[in-house]
């Protein structure tokens, strides 16, 4: 029997219900239901049958799916229907394999929209839509829909199960697709949705797994240099009585070096080599690790090349090859002096911040105290010298004010009594004259 071509048009539900069951080829045992107006069960055999439409021309995928899903939200129970729609749509669109990943994409999508944006029901079809994306190896597709997540979780009202679920599904389509910085945020996401006062939840046998997996990655990762907020989580803190090694293991990631990761494998000969962690990833991070504890540790801010040696474990030769990875890494800023073999710290960043570090801190801040207290007793004698220069000057100059006023007096003075003795004597002759 050839498949009818779809054609969309204004009907009832009934109308509709028929043009669909005709379509996926169970008109005849619909029919009969439809007319004694039980369309509930009539909507059961269409959905059913309903996995036939992956194999229909790709022209009338889109139309028949778009139909279907308007038939499945009108019933009373589209909850009883829905997983059958996304899981046909986890299958392969035999009709298209090139754009059959589209087509059911925008298929998931269709029915996620048409969900009022409350529906838990969305929820779901969500779960699925991650899911889908992660089979087909699609998450930068998803990637962008991620800041929505929270908020979605929140206007479903969903559970700290159900909202691990999700998390954990997102992490896992996020490690699959290589994004492993994702894939940790999810996977932290999920570990904190564990309530913290209930310590048989935090102690399960989930929460210690999802826990032992975070921990893994993150010691693992070239990038990841902060473990405070992994460590601060509950579950993470009962691995200590689960999976004790892993606990001390993180302990040394978290806050101590070199010296004490290599005893820790004297210690446990052969355990990171049976537990598949990469040895030669761990000690290269532990090595740039040490090098920012070192950097942070420094009071006068400058490390001789033979204390980053010592401190690595390295040849005085791969000193300024490992300045450079750090600086690269973020955990230090800084400047390689060649001349004087030393490095100069600009800025370092503190693995943890705990009373060691305070009182560092104290110390710095004291030496900076007095380093400002010389400063500004420079500059206060300086100011003194200054006001002291300057009413010197000041002095000098109304001395010489003072001296140039009354030599100019006295001057006009005799001048003043030279022309007038002048004048008398005029005078006087002019007289004895007359």
């Known amino acids: 029997m050839a498949t009818p071509q779809l054609i969309f048009v204004d009907g009832t539900f009934a109308e509709l219900a028929q043009e669909m069951a005709d379509f996926v080829q169970v008109g005849e045992q619909v029919q009969p239901l439809l007319e004694q107006d039980k369309r509930e069960d009539a909507l059961d055999l269409i959905v059913k049958a309903s996995h036939s439409l992956n194999a229909a021309p790709e022209k009338d995928f889109t139309p ?229 504890s070192l950097a942070a540790s420094t009071p006068n801010r400058e490390i001789p090349y033979a204390s980053i040696a010592k401190a690595l474990q390295i040849p005085d030769e791969d000193v300024e090859m490992w300045t450079i990875d750090v600086i690269r890494s973020k955990l230090v800023e800084g400047r390689l002096s060649q001349k004087q073999k030393v490095f100069l710290v600009h800025r370092t960043t503190y693995r943890v911040f705990g009373e060691k570090q305070w009182r560092e801190l104290g110390t710095r801040v004291d030496q900076f105290k007095t380093v400002v207290d010389r400063l500004v007793g420079v500059v206060r004698k300086a100011q003194t010298d200054v006001e002291a220069q300057r009413e010197r000057e000041q002095q000098e100059l109304e001395r010489k004010l003072a001296n140039a006023g009354l030599g100019e007096s006295e001057q006009r003075g005799g001048n003043r009594g030279g022309r007038t003795g002048g004048a008398r004597q005029t005078r006087q002759r002019t007289d004895d004259d007359d």
Not at 96 to 103: A, I, K, R, Y
Not at 177 to 184: K, T
Not at 238 to 262: G, K, M, R
């Open 64 to 292: 028949a799916y778009n139909l279907l899903i308007h038939l499945v939200l009108q019933s009373e129970e589209p909850k009883k229907y829905l997983p059958t729609l996304c899981a046909n749509l986890l299958k392969p669109i035999t009709s298209s394999p090139t754009h059959g990943f589209t087509l059911a994409s925008n298929a998931l999508t269709t029915i996620f929209n048409l969900l009022d944006k409350s529906n838990p029901l969305r929820f779901n079809v969500f779960m699925q839509i991650v899911r889908f994306i992660r089979q087909n190896s699609q998450f930068d597709l998803l990637k962008p829909r991620l800041k929505n997540v929270e908020g979605w979780l929140q206007e479903w009202k969903s559970d700290s199960e159900s909202q691990r679920k999700l998390y954990v599904e997102v992490s896992d389509a996020a490690n699959d697709a290589g994004d492993q910085e994702e894939s940790y945020f999810y996977l932290l996401k999920a570990l904190a949705t564990f309530d913290r006062d209930n310590q048989d939840e935090v102690a399960s046998d989930e929460a210690q797994k999802l826990s032992l997996r975070a921990l893994r990655m993150a010691i693992s990762s070239p990038t990841r240099f902060d473990f405070n907020d992994l460590r601060s989580l509950p579950s993470v803190h009962a691995l200590s009585d689960s999976h004790p090694v892993y606990s001390q293991l993180l302990d040394i990631f978290t806050e101590q070096d070199l010296e004490d990761y290599n005893d820790f494998r004297d210690e446990h000969q052969g355990w990171i080599e049976n537990e598949k962690l990469d040895h030669e990833k761990l000690q290269r991070k532990m090595r740039l690790l040490t090098f920012a």
